[in-house]
């Protein structure tokens, strides 16, 4: 007999106080669901079968009732997977939403039914939406294996790495980010879920915005400025991480006569002999040795060469 | 479909229907003896992190969730320099506030010394007696070296953060976030004295005292149907130490070709407090407009410092006693993401930037360092950026989880103080996505991309004797592909095999001097198996190649200038290969979880100089002598045995291994010591160093 005869009533949703509106937290048709013509069933009915599911969702955030944004407060399981009634008269085959087998656009509008503020406002037309990725690639709900954010992966790091291969080894250089360490994730710099600013950087609207967020030393404006570092930090430096100090893209004085080739010494081949010289044109940090404020400078008199 | 019948509210008064019995109450801490043993730089191995040997309280985790309220508390690597303590509440639906403390080390070096001692307020002095027996040369530099004092040069900073949302009703969130970031201890810097710019630097353990205050506040209202939100975002910095003032152990007094003291000017407090809103509209046809805008102004306005320390230098007037520096920042992004047939994804994106440099003019007579007043004058060149990017964007799903995507974007840029006025640049991509399948994921991407600048500025050139067919690379015109593919194919369901390669060129086909090709090329290949639940294992290998060429000239005015005998350039190439391996057996054994992972990068780079057959620039017995190779690995393993005594107690061991070996020409203990090499520099002792450090953490876990 179809399982819709089973003992389970169909549960109303949760009271939470203000009574649930169809606003965000009821989902919103995906054109082609299985679910079209459907009616709502209640949490009891889908628990007669998917017992661990239930579960598992139960200790989520979705399960919180008091939230009347949470499924919990709407129409629960049905809140994501649609209205069950079709696929109770199926006996469970088939006619219901399943964010892992649907369509990546349609699992990610499921999801931004909801998730539509800050954190997730610019998701639609980000980068990961442009390559057709959905939440369902990197979050589970039912099976998450992360401490936070119900990623896929145990750890954020290892959920980037997925796609990000070249990013996240490059967190193995001699000079990096302190990702490694624990003290930073990738999530501290991007925002998956799409951003106002390029690269899907966090904070600012320019890449410098996002770097002198921490680094606010490096702000400015500068009575004097050195054009890269007004222009943008990737200029010099490889944010993911690198072999050169100070995660430079290129050892100095080589990086930096990649754009100085003026008279005199910026044009100086400072070759092994000069480096058995010791000449502190190449030797220790090389050009900084001298131009010491080579992001600004607020020195009066000698801040143009960025001496002081 | 029907949309769900609205439920009844429940009766005034009423008490909600609701279970409010705890959800969740689970936490673990672990506690035990590290043991450490590094040989080699420590500072390095422990340049992020505190892995001393001693007793060590870490990874707690307690939280407990009722129906109505959540907690959760975090604390790692407690009493250690790493420190992190976390703690956060949520009255669920109602508000969540959420604070952390955290400290960031930053370790340079633990071998450093220094002839200057630390006076407080930014103030760095060396042994009056050490001046002056070195100015009557009765001691050397080298022999007064002997009497460096060591510092850790080290550096830390303390994060504390407060984050509040109150749900003020169902669509309405008001936000608040503070963040004070301060930051104390020493900075690598070094500087010049004496009489040319080269001639005598040397490193120093800059003290630094500053804070970042950043608050955030806005509120928020959003629906099914869209979005809105303003707010403020505004952020101070201030520096507590502005200047630092250092001597010149080789002077004791001025003399107008050499200071007895130096003083450098350090980062100027500054803020930039921005009004930003955002809205979003949900349209027919499963289309979305959004638009992000944010106005905002960057101040800085310090008090300029004395034109010299030196008082056998005139000191020229200076044009202002501040800086009255000043930029207004405006961004706006607007977007339209649509949907409009099953198949069809549309997107269009304008992004325009404006950094509009407000500093005034200002102008002065140039004194390099504080050893000389360098005659004629300097102008300031305030840099204000305007950028208008425009990203159109297509797909289309060839089937359920493949997708083809074409897209173009034009970024129209116009910068001041800049070779190129103008800058535009053409970027075309197409995308090959299939994502969401069961057995194949693939993504390729291939982008060619054209920039061209006009109003060229050969002015800018002249005036600092650059090469006049000099192109700064951020600007010159560029020529860019990229390729990129990644495929992950699962035969089975315990088998993962994945491929990645990348290409990507630029050519700066119309630079003379300067970088005129880049490239990188990588591919790499990896195998994740799960052959049964307990058993879990991976490996991975990839290889990346970065060359680059550039351009010079090696030349004093006059003649050589225009010589092109006096040509040189560099191919540089830096090599990298990573492997990565891990191998978890959970609970194989009984009670008993093994996890153990092992990775290698291993990396060396070369800079090789060429030369015109014709060349000039070494005559007589010079040549030209290579620079050797540079080289970087960094080996790490890691074993993690942990044995349940109980559900809920275990024990366990971890061994972690790390071995650092470098070599690097120009920060290796050849060339970096003694630390004073002649009277060109005094290095403080910062240098690449090798290590080899073992760690091993006994721990108790305890789960509740």
Redesign the interface.
């Known amino acids: 007999a179809p399982r819709a005869a089973a003992d389970a009533a169909p549960a109303a949703p949760v009271q939470a106080g203000a009574p649930p509106v169809q606003a965000a937290g009821t989902l919103e048709p995906q054109a082609g669901s299985a679910t079209s013509g459907a009616d709502y069933v209640g949490e009891a009915m889908c628990a007669t079968c998917h017992e661990d599911e239930t579960k598992s969702n139960s200790t989520t955030k979705h399960a919180r009732a008091l939230n009347p944004r949470t499924p919990a407060a709407n129409q629960t399981c049905e809140s994501c997977h649609g209205p069950g009634s079709k696929h109770v008269e199926a006996d469970g085959d088939g006619f219901i939403d399943n964010p892992r087998t649907m369509k990546p656009r349609d699992a990610s509008a499921t999801c931004t039914t909801c998730h539509n503020r800050t954190e997730h406002n610019q998701w639609a037309g980000g980068k990961h939406d442009s390559r057709n990725i959905s939440c369902v690639t990197c979050h589970s709900q039912h099976s998450p294996k992360s401490e936070h954010a119900q990623l896929k992966e145990a750890t954020q790091l290892e959920t980037c790495a997925q796609c990000h291969k070249p990013q996240v080894a490059k967190l193995h250089r001699t000079s990096h980010m302190p990702v490694r360490e624990g003290k930073m994730e990738c999530s501290s710099c991007h925002n998956p879920h799409g951003t106002q600013n390029v690269k899907m950087l966090r904070e600012g609207s320019s890449i410098n915005e996002s770097c002198t967020s921490c680094h606010t030393e490096k702000r400015g404006p500068f009575l004097w400025e050195h054009a890269p570092n007004r222009e943008s930090c990737i200029t010099c430096h490889d944010p993911h991480g690198s072999n050169n100090e100070r995660m430079l893209v290129a050892k100095a004085p080589m990086l930096c006569q990649r754009c100085h080739t003026h008279s005199r010494h910026p044009a100086t081949i400072y070759d092994n002999t000069q480096l058995l010289n010791r000449s502190n044109r190449i030797a220790g940090r090389s050009c900084v040795n001298c131009h010491a404020q080579i992001h600004g400078s607020n020195h009066p008199t000698s801040g143009k060469a960025f001496i002081r | ?4 019948p ?5 009766p005034a008064g009423a008490t ?3 279970d409010l019995g705890v ?2 109450q689970q936490g673990r801490v672990d506690a035990g003896f590290r043991a450490s043993s590094v040989a080699g730089d420590q500072a ?1 191995f422990n ?3 505190d892995l001393r040997e001693g007793p060590f309280l870490s990874g707690i ?1 307690a939280e407990r ?1 009722t ?2 309220w ?1 907690f959760l508390g975090e604390a ?1 690597n407690v009493g250690y320099r ?1 420190q992190r303590f976390m703690g956060a509440a949520e009255s ?2 109602r508000f969540k506030v959420r604070f952390e403390w ?1 400290q ?1 080390p930053l370790f340079i070096s633990g071998d450093t010394r220094s002839l200057q001692q630390d006076l407080g307020n930014g103030v760095l002095g060396v042994d009056d007696g050490i001046q002056q027996a070195i100015q009557a040369r009765t001691l050397t530099l080298a022999d007064a070296m002997a009497s460096a004092v060591p510092f850790d040069m080290r550096s830390r900073r303390h994060v504390a953060a407060f984050d509040m949302t109150y ?1 003020a009703a ?2 309405v ?1 008001l ?1 608040l976030r503070v963040k004070s ?1 301060g930051r104390a201890g020493r900075h ?5 004295l004496a009489n040319s ?2 001639g005598f ?1 040397q ?1 120093l353990g800059i003290p630094i005292d ?1 804070r ?1 205050t ?1 608050v955030r506040m806005g509120v ?1 209202w ?4 869209g ?1 809105l ?1 303003a707010g403020i975002d505004a ?1 101070w ?1 201030t ?1 507590h130490i502005p200047t630092v003032q250092f001597d010149n152990p080789q002077r004791f007094t001025d003399i107008s070709a050499g200071a007895s003291k ?4 350090m ?2 407090s ?1 803020s ?1 407090v921005s009004l930003v809103a ?1 809205g ?1 509209y949900k349209l027919p046809a ?1 289309t ?1 407009a ?1 638009a ?1 805008i ?1 106005i905002g102004r ?1 101040t ?1 306005n ?1 008090p ?2 004395a ?2 320390s030196n008082t056998a230098l005139v000191a ?1 007037t ?1 044009m202002r006693g501040t ?1 009255e ?3 207004d ?1 405006v ?1 706006m ?1 607007y ?3 649509s ?1 409009p047939a ?1 198949r069809l ?1 549309l ?1 269009a ?1 304008y ?1 325009y ?1 404006d ?1 509009a ?1 407000k ?1 005034q003019h ?1 102008e ?7 050893w000389t007043v360098a005659g004629g004058t ?1 102008e ?4 204000s ?1 305007r950028r208008h990017t425009l990203d159109l ?1 297509s ?1 289309f ?1 060839a089937s ?4 083809l ?1 074409a ?1 173009y974007t034009r970024e129209a840029a116009a ?1 001041s ?2 070779i190129f006025e103008d800058t535009t640049e053409d970027i075309f991509r197409v ?1 090959a ?4 399948n069961a057995f194949v994921t693939a ?1 390729l ?1 291939y982008e060619i991309a054209d920039r061209k600048g006009s109003g060229f500025d050969g002015h800018l050139l002249e005036e ?4 006049p067919d ?1 192109r ?4 010159a015109n560029r020529r860019r592909t990229r390729a990129t593919g ?1 495929v ?1 194919v699962t035969p089975v369901a315990w088998i993962n095999l994945s491929g ?1 390669i ?1 290409d990507g060129r630029d050519d700066y086909a119309d630079t003379g ?3 005129r090709d880049n490239r990188n090329r ?1 591919y ?1 290949i ?1 195998v994740d198996l799960m052959p049964m639940d307990t058993v879990m294992m991976g490996l ?1 290998y ?1 290889r ?1 190649k970065y060359t ?1 060429n ?8 006059g003649a ?2 225009l010589d092109p005998n006096r040509d ?1 350039w ?1 191919d ?1 190439t ?1 090599r ?1 290969e ?1 492997v990565v391996a891990s191998l978890d057996l959970l609970r194989m054994f009984p009670n008993t979880d093994i996890r153990l992972a092992y ?1 290698v ?1 291993d ?1 060396d ?1 070369t ?1 090789v ?1 060429g030369l015109r057959p014709t060349q000039t ?1 070494f005559t007589g017995a ?1 040549s ?5 190779r ?1 080289s ?1 690995r ?1 080996t ?1 393993g890691r074993a993690d045995v942990q044995y349940f005594l109980r559900q809920d107690v275990a024990v366990g061991v971890v061994y972690r291994f790390e071995d ?1 070996a ?1 070599r690097d ?3 290796d203990a050849d ?2 010591t003694p630390l004073a ?2 009277t ?2 005094i ?1 403080t002792g ?1 240098m ?1 160093r090798p290590y080899t450090a073992h760690t091993a953490w006994l721990r108790l876990t305890y789960l509740w």
Do not use: C
């Open positions: 479909q029907q949309p769900p609205p439920p009844s509210p429940p909600p229907q609701v959800v969740r390095r340049r992020f992190q985790r969730e129906k109505r959540f790692h790493d669920i639906g955290d960031i749900m169902r669509d969130d936000r970031t690598l810097q070094s500087f010049a710019p080269g630097t490193e500053d970042t950043d928020e959003a629906n099914a149907r979005l939100s952020s910095f520096n130096g003083l450098a000017v980062w100027p500054n930039l955002a979003a499963r979305r959004t992000n944010s960057a800085q310090e300029l410092a034109p010299t020229p200076l800086a520096a000043a930029a920042v961004s992004v977007g339209l993401n949907r099953e994804w997107n994106r992004r930037y950094y440099n500093t200002y002065a007579t140039r004194v390099i360092g504080d300097a300031n060149e305030p840099l950026v964007d797909s799903s359920r989880f493949a997708v995507g897209g910068r103080f800049r995308t996505d299939s994502t969401g993504r991407k600092v004797s650059e090469q000099m700064h690379f951020d600007v990644s992950t990645s990348a001097f300067g970088l990588s790499g990896g991975s990839l990346e680059a550039q351009y010079s000239r090696t030349s004093n005015p050589q200038f040189w560099i540089s830096d990298v990573t990775d990068s990396g780079a800079y100089y620039v010079a030209l002598q290579q620079l050797p540079l970087n960094l790490g650092y470098v020409f120009a920060l060339t970096v090499a002649g060109s520099t290095y910062y690449y």
